[in-house]
């Protein structure tokens, strides 16, 4: 038996509560709001949430499902680290965490740009602040999460090694600290830097976040934008830090008000794994 398979089968378990919470709790606000008609909790907080409908949970379920089986798609155990001494198979996938990103970032900016016809400066709160100011928030976001962060981490790391599951890195994490080739590095950190960033904030809290919000409230949609979000990279090692780390994202966006904050955070976030793991440190998930 895979050293993975374990992990996996947990994962699936985590990924059925999830799909099983999300039922209960839109079910559960779906009655609450018709007992109490005149308190929307989902017009609480600075991000707004009018502009979507019904017809966007399903397109939200649709680019959930895209995530999760092209994460599913990834290599065997231990390959990440073969692929990372092929100059041209390690160049290749870093081209290709980029095309991947990408794109998935670009599908909900072009249904709610072009399909939808919304406002994406208002709707990200693109004009809410200056570029310097959201670099601001963004280091002060990163400085409070990262020792929740840090001990969501220790907490799993703990719990995987009591339980006798693997605690390896994200094949990502084995494809940067292994890989030999100046260009297939420098591809790597772009798509860790920028690309992931940039997509992964559109999807999970531009577009995500306000959807659930849209039909419950900020509290539950945080929680399960982090869980879908942690969910999507498909390591269990990672999931409890970067569930804290989703969470943290959900919340810089809804008090700044612009979707630059949370941007910023992750990007530096991983900026800093990687510079740590480069270094020999022990990075953050």
Known sequence: MDALTPNIIVLQDIMLFTTVLAVVGFATY???????PLRRWSSHGTVPTSEFGITDIFLAIVLLVFLFLLQRGGA?????????????????????????????GAVPLAYLGLVKNISLSELFGLRRLKITTAFLWAVCGLIAVLIPVALAS????S????????????????????????????????????AAP???????????????????????????????????H?????????????IALAAAFEISGSLLVPI???????GMSITALLSGMTPPP
Do not use: C, W
């Open 30 to 36: 779906h009655i609450a709001y018709r007992l109490a």
């Open 76 to 104: 065997e155990p231990g390959a990440a680290k073969q692929v990372a001494q092929d100059t041209t198979q390690a160049t290749l996938g870093g081209a290709l965490m980029i095309v991947n990103v990408l794109v998935m």
């Open 154 to 157: 220790g907490a799993s790391n």
């Open 159 to 194: 719990l995987l090694n009591f339980m006798g599951l693997d605690t390896s890195p994200q094949d990502a994490v084995q494809l940067i600290g292994n890989t030999k080739s100046p260009l297939a590095l420098g591809l790597m950190i772009f798509a860790a830097v920028v």
């Open 198 to 232: 940039l997509a992964e904030e559109i999807i999970f809290r531009g577009f995500l976040y306000p959807v659930i919000k849209r039909y419950s409230d900020r509290f539950f949609a945080a929680l399960l934008s982090g869980l879908f979000f942690a969910l999507a």
């Open 234 to 246: 498909s390591h269990l090692g990672s999931l409890l830090p970067l569930l804290v780390l989703g």
């Open 264 to 270: 910023g955070i992750h990007a530096l976030f991983n």
